[in-house]
């Protein structure tokens, strides 16, 4: 009876409530009121290439009278100067990006302007599934544009919570606001469904919001340098855009040349022949081009060896148009792998030209050596509108890839059956087809059986990979504690999970950050004055800020990607900060807080004094302060213990263990194994880990894998233990293997 008394009252509640919602609010404002009211404060974006072009178009908001602006971080650009027009036509040069966030592809940037128009900003989480919205564009370069939509929904997309709405989109939409009927900010238009052109994904209003709270800006001297090429190792012609992070060049755009040709000129030249170039290369499209060039006059005339459309050519260009090239050679390569990376070479001698992809000799094409018939330059090229990456370059008398050895190519060819090339012949075809359905059956059944056998191939590559970073780290790690280099030793964590990690080019990045800061010391700095350019050099002229709105990203524990993105964990930020003093002459050691990793001056003389907070621009905490971050974040109080200088190897295995944390949170076991593999390649006696990894690996099905770690524990007796309870879990275990083994039996 209580029951259908409170069903009675939950049904009467919602007869009264509409009737109360139903009560007139009063005349809204229409699309028109809205567009009206907002449109003097929606500007154009613009960034230009070398040459001065417009490249990019997008859109953007001011939401500060003094000329601060909201957009896309991909509408901007990178290394690129950066225009803003205004609606009454005037025409501003960004001063400072002022703020970014990659995760979130937000921007903030700086005109030099003032008492301009401003858009107001909802307040969070006030927009709801239905609602009708305003947006604002420059769709296809059509300057400010309306268009009126419906959220559709709150979504996650590449683990990012984004507002779904129902309406088309077009290139230049990016960076545009997103008005609820109040004329508010709701959000910013980040992209287009991949899969229908009329839904657009808005970031919302919070998080731009948190980016105006916490700015990290960078003076566009420095912008204009991040991602850049280098201008003393490279020289682009005719265009597009070329772009470098750290060990891999990229490119995408039109070029200017016939075809979409652009170059890449390296600043060495090749000497005279025999000599030899090589690079790595990999197109986004098939139906695209890129590679070397050689024996380049320095503008149209040069050689090139390319992949075009799947094939292998050798071509001869001798000027601007279509009319003076020729191709040499045209091939087609079992070796050439579509969509990978492939080792593209060319050796030139006095006689011939040879060229291989992935050292397998596909052009020999006899030509007589003329030094004054072009040049002697070298470098690479893309044609059409392709994108592509490019890495290893390299030029010399000789150049050594990395082909696999005989022996190791015969060992992994045994592993599966050869099929071969000719595999789709009309005479098999014909064949099999005689045969009648079962051979189709069959077909398919191997082909089933290939994909697994695929999958553990991968599987394995995977796991070789792994062992060797362990190796690397443990060896590392084993050096005194003086001869470890902890900018490597994080590097190869980020290389545990990226294969395709180059470290020895980060650790150039790294070498050019501290060159360049150590330009800005005087010969007679002090140690505060020294401090304060280092701050000064990484927070205001770099722009290094920590993550606050995607902190628990892995991005940010991998120092590639700091450097790259300029942002990181307090740690990941902390290990440039130490590196960069040690490179100046400050002795700032490693300060492991409970959740809260800082760095100490260690010449203040007491453990209280020169506690610098590398995650908040390097701002000097006290003791106090120290104490209630501690409180704030863990809920523990701070110890004497835990102002201890911090060694290199506890450094990393943090970063392991925070990194273990953001695999949890993603609910990915295998990953988190990873790094638990990793800290005991460092440190075998860590028995929290064994625990964890052989809880892992029983959840996984793994017993015997579990059993080492149990065993271990057992063995070693550590505290915190309960043996009793453990030696159950090992029982179950062996019970386990020994089920285990009698099936397959």
């Known amino acids: 009876m209580a029951h259908a008394r409170t069903a009675l009252v939950m049904l009467l509640a919602g007869m009264v409530l509409p009737l ?70 005037r025409h501003f040069d960004v001063t400072e990006v002022v703020a970014s966030d990659r995760h979130r592809d937000l921007a903030l940037i700086r005109i030099d302007a003032k008492e301009l128009p401003v858009l107001p900003l909802a307040e969070e989480d006030s927009l ?43 290139p230049g939409n990016s960076g545009g606001p997103v008005l609820d009927l109040e004329g508010k900010v709701q959000g910013v238009v980040s992209q287009r469904s991949l899969r229908t052109p009329n839904v657009a994904y ?123 090239w020729r191709v040499l050679e045209e091939v087609a390569s079992p070796a050439y792998q579509s969509g990978e990376w492939n080792h593209l070479r060319v050796r030139v001698e006095p006689d011939r030209i040879l060229a291989y992809v992935n050292d397998s000799l596909v052009v020999n094409h006899e030509h007589p050596w003329n030094a004054k018939e072009f040049g002697s330059k070298v470098g690479l090229a893309k044609f059409r509108d392709t994108e592509a990456s490019y890495k290893g370059f390299a030029a010399g008398r000789t150049v050594s890839g990395e ?113 360049e800061l150590e330009e800005e010391i005087a010969e007679d700095a002090n140690e505060q004055q020294k401090i304060a350019a280092l701050n000064r050099f990484l927070f205001e002229e770099m722009g290094f800020h920590g993550s606050r709105t995607d902190y628990g990203n892995p991005a940010n524990s991998y120092l590639n990607e700091v450097i790259d993105d300029r942002e990181g964990l307090p740690i990941s930020l902390s290990i440039l900060y130490m590196e960069l003093a040690q490179r100046i002459g400050l002795p700032v050691v490693g300060v492991g807080l409970p959740g809260h990793f800082v760095v100490r001056l260690e010449t203040m003389g007491d453990v209280d004094r020169g506690l610098i907070d590398v995650f908040d621009r390097g701002k000097a905490l006290t003791r106090a302060e120290a104490e209630r971050k501690v409180a704030d974040i863990t809920g523990s109080l701070l110890r004497e213990e835990h102002l201890a200088p911090v060694s290199s190897k506890a450094i990393i295995i943090r970063m392991l263990r925070n990194l273990g944390g953001s695999a949890v949170a993603r609910a990915n ?73 009698n099936a397959v039996e």
């Open 20 to 89: 109360h919602a139903a009560e007139p609010k009063g005349e809204e404002p229409s699309t028109a009121d809205i567009a009206a009211a907002a449109r003097d404060a929606v500007v154009v974006v613009t960034y230009s290439g070398r040459s001065g072009d417009r490249e990019g178009l997008g859109t953007g908001f001011i939401v500060d009278a003094d000329g601060l602006i909201a957009t896309n971080l991909h509408v901007i650009g990178e290394a690129r100067p950066i225009q803003v027009e205004l609606v009454d036509g």
């Open 128 to 170: 709801r599934a239905g609602e009708e919205v305003v947006v604002f564009g420059n769709p296809l370069g059509l300057t400010h544009s309306v268009v009126t939509g419906t959220v559709s929904a709150m979504r996650e997309e590449d683990e990012k919570p984004l507002i779904q709405i129902g309406m088309p989109v077009q």
């Open 202 to 324: 808005a970031v919302a209003t919070k998080y731009l919001k948190t980016l105006m709270d916490d700015p990290n800006p960078i003076p566009m001297k420095r912008w204009l340098t991040i991602g850049a090429i280098d201008p003393d190792k490279w020289t682009s012609l005719f265009g597009a855009r070329w772009r470098q992070r750290a060990g891999t060049i990229r490119v995408d755009g039109l070029g200017r040349g016939f075809g979409g040709r652009s170059l890449l000129l390296a600043a060495e030249k090749a000497p005279e022949p025999p000599f030899e170039i090589a690079v790595d290369v990999r197109l986004e499209d098939e139906a695209g081009a890129a590679g070397l060039i050689f024996s380049a006059d320095g503008r149209d005339r040069h050689y090139g060896f390319y992949p075009s459309g799947g094939r292998l050519r050798l071509s001869r260009f001798e000027g601007a148009d279509v009319f003076s």
């Open 403 to 515: 082909a696999v050895p005989k022996e190791l190519a015969e060992e992994v060819d045994r592993l599966l059956a050869d099929l071969s090339a000719e595999v789709e012949s009309s005479d098999r075809v014909e064949r099999l087809a005689k045969s009648g359905p079962i051979a189709v059956t069959a077909l398919r059944r191997k082909a089933r059986r290939l994909q697994r056998e695929a999958r553990l191939l991968e599987r394995l590559a995977e796991k070789v990979h792994e062992e060797r970073i362990r190796g690397e780290l443990a060896k590392e790690t084993a050096k005194p504690e003086e001869e470890i280099d902890l900018i490597r030793a994080a590097l190869l964590i980020a290389q545990l999970d990226n294969d395709e990690l180059d470290v020895s080019s980060y650790e150039r990045e790294f070498a050019q950050l501290a060159d």
């Open 669 to 741: 076991p295998e990953r988190m194994i990873r790094y638990l593999d990793a800290i005991l390649a460092i440190a075998p006696d860590v028995p929290d880990v064994r625990m964890t990894r052989a809880y892992l690996h029983y959840r996984a099905m793994r017993p015997e894998a579990a059993l080492v770690d149990v065993d271990w524990i057992l063995s070693e007796r550590p505290s915190g233990f309960d043996f009793t309870r453990l030696r159950e879990f090992r029982q179950m275990l062996r019970e386990q293997v020994a089920a285990s083994t």
